[in-house]
């Protein structure tokens, strides 16, 4: 079920503190970054990829989305920020609309 945008603010929240746990270099998108994006999600379902300079980096992030099976969660200069929920034992615990 795709992310509500409080659900997105919230997790852009979360990433806010943390860095960049994988870098994309000018070779873009390949297996290897793939493989390392999904083993960091599997691992922290919340993190943040540095583009090095894409062409255009709203595709990239999207086509990083796409191929990481990931919400996108936000876009900040370089920087994107993704969330897969753990399929076994989730850390992040997603606020609902109506929660106090």
Do not use: N, W
Request: hydrophobic residues 35%; proline residues 6%.
């Amino acid at each position: 079920m795709p992310l509500q945008g409080f659900q997105r603010r919230h997790l852009r929240s979360l990433a806010q503190p943390r860095k960049a746990l994988v870098h994309v270099g000018e070779a873009g998108l390949s297996e290897s970054v793939l493989e390392a994006v999904d083993r960091a999600l599997l691992e922290h379902e919340l993190v943040k990829i540095r583009l090095h300079e894409p062409e255009d980096k709203k595709a990239a992030a999207r086509e990083l989305a796409e191929r990481s099976r990931a919400e996108l969660c936000g876009l900040v200069g370089h920087t994107v920020i993704l969330y897969r929920r753990h399929p076994e034992t989730p850390r992040i615990e997603l606020p609902e609309r109506g929660q106090s």
